[in-house]
């Protein structure tokens, strides 16, 4: 899986997906995922990594069955918080 942190003010944004869907569009019922290499492609990670990323951040954008099933395992999400647009799952999770 990929991640990068991005910084934006008072915020730090963990973008993660899985390696297959880097660079990729999905759409269904008027929504587009784009999951642009320039804002997911960061480093190539496993899960110990993701969850310690998750840990230091404020918002996360994250996107396919892998990545999001970690989240919702670490308790940042819930099932009922993930969409799936175009047979790909996505989340974001704003952190308090």
């Known amino acids: 899986m990929y991640v990068k942190i991005h910084r934006h003010e008072r915020d730090t944004i963990l973008a993660a997906c ?3 869907v880097v660079g990729m569009t999905f759409r269904d019922d008027g929504a587009k995922l784009d999951v642009s290499e320039i804002f997911y492609k960061g480093e190539v990670t496993d899960r110990p990594g993701l969850v310690e990323r998750m840990k230091n951040v404020s918002i996360m954008n994250l996107v396919g069955d892998e990545v999001v ?4 395992e670490e308790g940042y999400a819930s099932e009922e918080d993930v969409i799936t647009i175009g047979g790909v ?5 704003v952190l308090l």
């Open 18 to 20: 899985d390696e297959g």
């Open 69 to 72: 099933a970690i989240a919702v």
């Open 89 to 93: 799952k996505h989340v974001q999770v």
